[in-house]
Every structure is written in C-alpha cells, then in structure tokens.
C-alpha cells in the first residue's frame, strides 16, 4: 500500500482561487520530500503502523493480487443478470460480457457490494435514508505536465471558483495525472452530455490558467454526490457492503475505509457460520454494528459539501477541529453494541481525558477495538494487534493461568479457532514494564477476549471462580449458539 502511494508521501494542501495556475504560483517553494500526516505522535500510542494514503487506481491492483494470491476466484466484465433467494442460500444469474454466455452460481450467501448505483438494490426494493442527492459532477481524468509548476509546492485538493466554472483539481501524482471534479446545475435542467469533450478541455484551460498548455482528457465520467445509506444491511441471505450499503460524497476520505470495514466485520461471521462455528443469527449484529458506522461516515462527509454537492473548504475546516470526528476519520473511535459483544458496564471517559491519555476510546471495553502494546514474542518486538485476525484470542494478565488453562479445552468442546496468551514481564508474551494490562483495563488475572476482526467481544477485570464454565458460556452467547457443535 506505501509503494503504490508513494507519489502521494509528500502530498498535503488544500486550496482555493480562480485558477490553479494562480494559486500555486502565489506560494513559495519549499524543498520535495515525505512528509507525515498530522497527529502522528499522538496516534504512535494506539497503532504500530503510521498512516498512508492511496488513490483508488493504485490501490486496487495490490488488492487483487492479494486476493488471487489466497485463492480468490475474481472475474471481471461479468454482470448479474438476476437472483433469487431461498432457505438454502442464493442463485444468481451471471453474463460473460464478452462472450454473452450466461451460467447460475449458488450459495449460501451473496455480499452486495456493486456501487453506489447497486443493482442488487433496486431488485431488492430496499430503502434508504439519508440527505439524498447533494449535486452532480463530472469526473474528468486528465494528462497534462505540471511538474514544473507544483516543484516544492505540491497539493492535494485545489477548489476553482469562476463564473466560467467551478469545480475541484485532485492530484493523482503531482506530475502528469490529475482529475478536475466539474458541478453542473441538474436542478437548471443541465446534463451531462452537455458538457461533450470539446467543452471539457476548454473549461480544463480555464480552471488551469493556462491557455496554451498540452492536454489529453483521458476519460469523462458522471457522478452524482449524495447519502444515502441502506435502512438495513441484511436481507434475507443477502448483505450490502460498501458504497452499496452506504454511498457517500469523497470529501470525508472516508468511503473506502468504511467499506473495507464492513467486509472485515462480515467476512469473519460468514466463516464461523459456514464452518458451523456459530449459529446463524450471528449475521443479524452485521446490521446492528456496522450500519450506525456507516450512517455516521456518510453524514459526516456530506456535511462537507456545498449546496451543489462539491466541497465546501468552509465547510471541511469547520469539520476539521471535531475532535469527535477524528479518531472515525482513520478507523477507531466507535464502539459496537450487539449480542456478538457483552458489556462489562462501563462507559468510555470523555474526550478530552482520551485525548490527554492517547487512548481515544482504545481503552479495553467491550465493542471497542482492541489496545496497542508494544510486546516481545520469541525474542521478536510485536504488537499485540500482531495477534488478531484469524480466529478468536484471549490475552490475560500475569497472574491469569487459570484463564490460560481453560481455552485450550474451551475451543476443543465449542470446535473453534481459539488462541491464549499470557502477557507477562516473563510470559510467552513479554511485556516488561505491564503497559498492556493497564491499556486493557484489567487485573493481573482478568482477560480480555478479542474476536477476529480485533474487537473486544469480553473482559472480565479479575478472576473467576469457574473460569472454563465462564469462558465457554461467554463464547457461546457471542457466537449465538444453541447447541455447541462437535
């Protein structure tokens, strides 16, 4: 992900005029080089890695070969014709676009996540909420050699504001690529085949302040900014992820992010209950947790816009200070409630305390992300985030061997993917000045159990009387068993 953002390292400034030409030519060089993100050290206290960023077109090919690197049967210009759904699971009908052959494909579910125009959800009939259409835009993706011009002043987001156009310049890599977002009145009765390539390249010229200057267009897209958010994520064997579940105007930068959230919480429900590991109402919290989530990016974001859906610097600075909206901006900052957690009774500090104390709500309750700690395993610095992400993981404290002792056979009668570990000053896992178990918000023999997305599902402060029968009860309602299955 850093190599294929590496020509955004550097990247930051947000500006406005009538011209880009105008704009970056009024501010001074400075020498070229990455530069880190605002709030580095602070969020140094709650993750091992430190932030990046990514343009869409670089990002996905990493992801794809990812994926067909674990297996991943991807097939593009392939379209979904129809579906239906039953008992058993789902059949759709897909076409080959290139061949026009059609074939049906079973399963037990189908994850919706075709975009902001969702087919699925128009077959479906399901209904949004939200702020509805905010205005319409053209995508216009350019060539054009900027390099001299932004040498040591690189940006990232340009507005331009003229009476012959407004619209945005984004900065793909500050050298030769670059879109520039076009508003046109819809409500006016303007189109977007009014705006032919022709007119496009000489609005370009305009917003460029640069008449003579070589250009190709490389693409013209419309799109429309609006929220809407689905009124529920499940139906029947089907779940809406992404801009499908929730479509969102850019300016939050938080669309791929909550999208990708939403497939990480799925995505380990779906293979307990396929590997009968849970029972199937563990689908209903995918709703309950993530569409709260995802109401609140797509608000948020929204809120950024203007009264014809582009950016609002206005705006986006007023937003910009919330320090309730900058921990949701990079991921954490949210807590779930569902039966796939159970509360301890306690309620999050407030803002500020978290703030002073680097936590931001990463403090060891229930529905909250797990802590970072900096550990030692086998000799090796980890993070106890390290540990997450396959199967569930309960870390206890450094007296906690009761609790250690009773997951092995836990997970041999429940016949699930069960890790523990002892995080101690001489544990398995070292921690030698005891910084996690203060993070985690426990006793020396409390635990913490975190489920596979690297939420806390469970904490019990100090020990308990009968901790296999704790543990295994506790598993049990998180997993929505009735029955334990061996």
């Known amino acids: 992900m850093r190599a294929a953002g590496a020509e955004l390292a550097d990247t930051f400034g947000f500006h406005q005029g009538q011209s880009l030409r105008e704009v970056i030519e009024s501010r001074p060089r400075k020498p070229d080089g990455e530069k880190k993100l605002p709030g580095g050290g602070m969020l140094a206290k709650i993750s091992p890695s430190t932030a990046a960023r990514g343009t869409q077109d670089k990002i996905e090919p990493v992801l794809l070969q990812a994926a067909r690197e674990r297996g991943g049967d ?175 105007p850019p300016w939050g930068g938080q669309g791929a992010n909550t999208g990708i959230a939403d497939a990480h919480n799925l995505a380990w429900k779906l293979a307990a209950v396929l590997k009968r590991q849970a029972g199937p109402t563990l689908l209903n919290t995918y709703d309950v947790e993530r569409r709260p989530v995802g109401y609140l990016a797509a608000d948020e974001s929204a809120a950024a816009a203007d009264a014809r859906g582009l950016l609002s610097k206005s705006k986006m600075t007023a937003l910009l200070p919330m320090i309730r909206r900058a921990p949701r901006l990079l991921g954490y900052g949210y807590e779930y409630a569902s039966k796939a957690v159970i509360s301890d009774g306690t309620t999050a500090r407030g803002i500020v305390w978290q703030l002073l104390s680097g936590k931001l709500g990463l403090d060891g309750r229930p529905g909250t992300r797990a802590p970072h700690a900096w550990i030692e395993y086998e000799g090796k610095r980890i993070s106890t985030l390290d540990l997450f992400g396959k199967g569930f993981v309960l870390l206890t404290g450094t007296d906690g061997n009761a609790w250690y002792q009773a997951a092995p056979l836990v997970a041999q009668r429940l016949g699930i993917d069960l890790c523990a570990y002892r995080i101690n000053p001489a544990g398995d896992l070292r921690d030698p000045d005891d910084h996690w178990r203060n993070k985690a918000g426990i006793s020396t023999q409390g635990a913490l159990l975190v489920r596979p997305d690297g939420f806390v599902a469970w904490r019990s402060r100090q020990q308990h009387s009968h901790p296999r029968q704790e543990l295994e009860r506790t598993i049990t309602h998180i997993l929505s068993r009735d029955t334990i299955y061996v």
């Open 74 to 248: 991807l097939r593009f210009f392939t379209e979904l014709r129809t579906f239906e759904q039953d008992d058993t699971g789902v059949t759709a009908t897909v076409r080959e676009r290139k061949s026009g052959a059609e074939y049906t494909v079973h399963a037990d579910y189908m994850i919706a996540a075709d975009g902001a125009n969702s087919r699925t959800r128009s077959i479906l009939g399901a209904t949004t909420s939200g702020r509805g259409s905010l205005g319409h835009l053209l995508n216009v993706l350019f060539q054009a050699d900027l390099r001299e011009l932004v040498r040591g002043r690189k940006f990232s987001l340009c507005i331009i504001d003229r009476p012959e156009v407004r619209g945005l310049f984004t900065s793909i890599n500050n050298s030769d690529r670059w879109v520039f977002h076009i508003s046109y009145d819809y409500a006016k009765g303007e189109r977007a085949e009014d705006y032919p390539l022709e007119r496009c390249e000489k609005l370009l010229r305009l917003a460029l302040g640069m008449p003579e200057i070589k250009l190709e267009i490389k693409s013209i897209l419309p799109w429309e900014s609006a929220m809407r958010v689905v009124d529920n994520f499940q139906h029947g064997h089907v779940f809406f992820a992404g801009d499908a579940a929730h479509q969102m």
